[in-house]
Structure formats: C-alpha cells, structure tokens
C-alpha cells in the first residue's frame, strides 16, 4: 500500500475498514454500540452508519480529542441540512481510563476499539472491563498491532524499539477475562514511501517512533531497505473478537487452545 501523507491517519482508517467489513457477517442489531479509545470520532461516525438506530458513546482518556469529536459529531443547527437529516440518538462523549470506565454493568451491546490496546503493556485489566461493560450476549471487536510491525527497523536497531502484543497471548487474554468464542486474525499490511522523510513522519504520526528516531544515521540505515525505488515498512495488524455469553464468568482453558487463529496472506 502507498502512503497517502494527506491524511495522517489513513492506518487507522484503514483499519477500521477492515473491521467494519467483519460486522458484515455479524448478526447483531445493538441497542446501544462503546468506542473505546474513540479519539476523534471518525469510528462514532461509521457505527453510526452502520446501526442508525443505537445509542453511541465514545470514551477516551485525551480529553482534547473529545473536543474534536464533539465538535465533529455536533448535529446540524439549521439550514437544509438540518431539514433533511433524520434524527439520530445522541452521541455520549466521556473522559475516562479505559480500565475504570464509568458505565454500567451490561450497559453496551457492542464494544468496538481500534488501535488503543498497542499503548499498553498489559491487556488484560482493559479486556475485563471491557467484559463488565458488555452485556450477555454482546460483542466485542478490537483490533492493534502485532510484534512484527517495523521488522525492518527492528533488524536494524533491535533495542529500545516499542514492542507489541502477540495475537496468541490477546486470545488467551480474552480467555482470561472470560470471554466466549474468541476470534484472532493477522495480516500483513505493507506501506511504501518515496521518501524517509515521509515514512518518519507517519511513524511519529502513529506512535511508533519518537522524534528523536529520524537522525540523519537513521535515515542512511533505512535506504538501505529501499526496494523498487521505494522504501517499505511491515505494519502487522491483529484483529480480535469475542462474545459475553452469560453473566457468570468462564473458566478458561489454561493453554489457550480454544481461541481461533487465522492467519491472513501478506497484503501487497
């Protein structure tokens, strides 16, 4: 995939196509759909597409980006387009730490989260309230980023690169937070850029690197890996889906066998 640089955000974009492509084969109709980690909306906007009818709340713990999505997702106050825009519930916006979140018992149907959990070390304290927070019968959906993003820079400068997750350790966390038929899915997503000024740029843009990782010695290390003409990172995304069976917690399989991997092709 070739970088777009006029949107800086077009990973989680893309990612959160993918996601919404899952929900396809999902047979569900929530009453009331959690972004966790919902930044500035975007995520708020396509659920609300996807499910008109459900109550929507976004939870974040920057509360600079809520005042984005609040000013983003702001209904219409007059003109043509307020005349014609079908109301909608309203979108509930919250500060809060993904761990102690201040909702409910069972108070969501579907929990969405795109790319929050590669900023933690330890998943599982989230995936439990995430599990509180659902309610029998409900989904969870996430998605983050697996240990062989940036495998090129890492075979470069193995120390002090950010480390991810292995999707078999998220499953086994699901497990362990009690959830029900846990999916795991991975695929290669490849970016190309013209350009090391352009990938560093991304990279600070996603979080991957920090600003002070672009020096010049850096920078004659990475053309090294230019192929084609263009230079290419591995970006490994790991998607993730559950269900709260009951209102009881499981007792999960020590060894995590009951958790479905599915390993995609590399994407070109």
């Given at each position: 995939?070739?970088?777009?640089?006029?949107?800086?955000?077009?990973?989680?974009?893309?990612?959160?196509?993918?996601?919404?492509?899952?929900?396809?084969?999902?047979?569900?109709?929530?009453?009331?759909?959690?972004?966790?980690?919902?930044?500035?909306?975007?995520?708020?906007?396509?659920?609300?597409?996807?499910?008109?009818?459900?109550?929507?709340?976004?939870?974040?713990?920057?509360?600079?980006?809520?005042?984005?999505?609040?000013?983003?997702?702001?209904?219409?106050?007059?003109?043509?387009?307020?005349?014609?825009?079908?109301?909608?519930?309203?979108?509930?916006?919250?500060?809060?730490?993904?761990?102690?979140?201040?909702?409910?018992?069972?108070?969501?149907?579907?929990?969405?989260?795109?790319?929050?959990?590669?900023?933690?070390?330890?998943?599982?304290?989230?995936?439990?309230?995430?599990?509180?927070?659902?309610?029998?019968?409900?989904?969870?959906?996430?998605?983050?980023?697996?240990?062989?993003?940036?495998?090129?820079?890492?075979?470069?400068?193995?120390?002090?690169?950010?480390?991810?997750?292995?999707?078999?350790?998220?499953?086994?966390?699901?497990?362990?937070?009690?959830?029900?038929?846990?999916?795991?899915?991975?695929?290669?997503?490849?970016?190309?850029?013209?350009?090391?000024?352009?990938?560093?740029?991304?990279?600070?843009?996603?979080?991957?690197?920090?600003?002070?990782?672009?020096?010049?010695?850096?920078?004659?290390?990475?053309?090294?890996?230019?192929?084609?003409?263009?230079?290419?990172?591995?970006?490994?995304?790991?998607?993730?889906?559950?269900?709260?069976?009951?209102?009881?917690?499981?007792?999960?399989?020590?060894?995590g066998r009951a958790v479905l991997l599915r390993r995609a092709r590399a994407t070109p």
């Open positions: 995939m070739s970088a777009n640089r006029a949107d800086a955000d077009f990973l989680a974009r893309e990612i959160a196509h993918r996601m919404d492509a899952r929900l396809d084969v999902m047979r569900i109709a929530p009453r009331r759909v959690l972004d966790l980690g919902c930044g500035a909306g975007d995520d708020l906007v396509r659920l609300g597409e996807r499910y008109p009818l459900a109550e929507r709340i976004g939870a974040d713990i920057d509360a600079s980006l809520l005042t984005l999505a609040r000013q983003r997702l702001a209904p219409p106050k007059r003109g043509l387009r307020r005349l014609f825009t079908k109301a909608a519930p309203a979108v509930q916006l919250v500060a809060a730490d993904a761990r102690r979140l201040p909702l409910p018992e069972a108070s969501a149907s579907l929990v969405w989260s795109n790319l929050m959990l590669p900023a933690v070390d330890d998943p599982l304290p989230i995936l439990l309230e995430m599990r509180r927070v659902t309610e029998p019968g409900g989904l969870v959906m996430f998605s983050s980023l697996g240990p062989d993003t940036l495998r090129e820079l890492r075979a470069m400068r193995p120390e002090g690169r950010q480390r991810f997750i292995d999707m078999h350790d998220l499953g086994d966390a699901l497990l362990q937070a009690g959830f029900s038929d846990p999916v795991m899915d991975m695929e290669m997503l490849t970016l190309t850029y013209a350009g090391a000024d352009d990938l560093f740029a991304d990279l600070r843009a996603f979080g991957l690197i920090g600003d002070d990782e672009a020096s010049e010695e850096i920078e004659k290390e990475i053309e090294t890996l230019r192929r084609d003409g263009r230079l290419a990172v591995s970006i490994e995304i790991v998607q993730g889906h559950a269900w709260r069976a009951d209102a009881s917690p499981r007792v999960p399989r020590a060894d």
